[in-house]
T-cell receptor, first 113, second 113 residues
Framework: AQSVTQLDSQVPVFEEAPVELRCNYS??????LFWYVQYPNQGLQLLLK??????LVKGINGFEAEFNKSQTSFHLRKPSVHISDTAEYFC???????????FGQGTRLTINP | NAGVTQTPKFRVLKTGQSMTLLCAQD?????MYWYRQDPGMGLRLIHY???????AKGEVPDGYNVSRLKKQNFLLGLESAAPSQTSVYFC????????????FGPGTRLTVL
């Protein structure tokens, strides 16, 4: 079965430090990949998505992600985080042939001053 | 332009009671979705609709019914609520099917006692 795995349930970092949130997917067919952010008490908001082309995808708020087909990964990175980045981050995949997004379990990013 | 709105924001039910959650979007989107979010499980698709008058089952449809009588509205019904349906419910809409970006509402927090 197709699945999305976020390897860390919680990631604490200090303000202005770099961060990487890890995401792996399992699929033997073409896949589209997404990162969503959920700020406290809000709905999900799209950060970025990979459909095709360049494997390095830039999103909003200074985030970027790299699609690695050989490692079936789509890790999210930011070189310097801010307190306002405190949120839960969800990786999701749409596998061609299916009719739904499959979400990972979420990673809670906590920024310490 | 309100985007995706959900009514109500919070609700407490007793086991066996029924209720309807309303989702409305003003973006003229064809596709609408209902998800539930549970700790450590990400988002799971309950039902979705690819256009007015159509509905389809998602990953976890049991115990829920839906209707899409108008293009802008997507209703989620619980006929006989159970404690296992305690969750946060999110509605989303998109212009086309995946990989079109899904826009999420703010969520409804439902507790079943």
């Amino acid at each position: 079965a197709q699945s999305v795995t976020q390897l860390d349930s919680q990631v604490p970092v200090f303000e202005e430090a770099p961060v990487e949130l890890r995401c792996n997917y399992s699929s033997s067919v073409s896949v589209y990949l997404f990162w969503y952010v959920q700020y406290p008490n809000q709905g999900l908001q799209l950060l970025l998505k990979y459909l095709s082309g360049s494997t390095l995808v830039k999103g909003i708020n200074g985030f970027e992600a790299e699609f690695n087909k050989s490692q079936t990964s789509f890790h999210l990175r930011k070189p310097s985080v801010h307190i306002s980045d405190t949120a839960e981050y969800f990786c999701a995949a749409f596998i061609q042939g299916a009719q739904k997004l499959v979400f990972g379990q979420g990673t809670r990013l906590t920024i310490n001053p | 332009n309100a985007g995706v709105t959900q009514t109500p924001k919070f609700r407490v039910l007793k086991t066996g009671q029924s209720m309807t959650l309303l989702c409305a979007q003003d973006m003229n989107h064809e596709y609408m979705y209902w998800y539930r979010q549970d700790p450590g499980m990400g988002l799971r698709l309950i039902h979705y609709s690819v256009g007015e008058g159509t509905t389809a089952k998602g990953e976890v449809p049991d115990g829920y019914n839906v209707s899409r009588l108008k293009k802008q509205n997507f209703l989620l019904g619980l006929e006989s609520a159970a404690p296992s349906q305690t969750s946060v419910y999110f509605c989303a809409s998109s212009y086309g099917g995946p990989p079109d970006t899904q826009y999420f509402g703010p969520g409804t927090r439902l507790t079943v006692l």
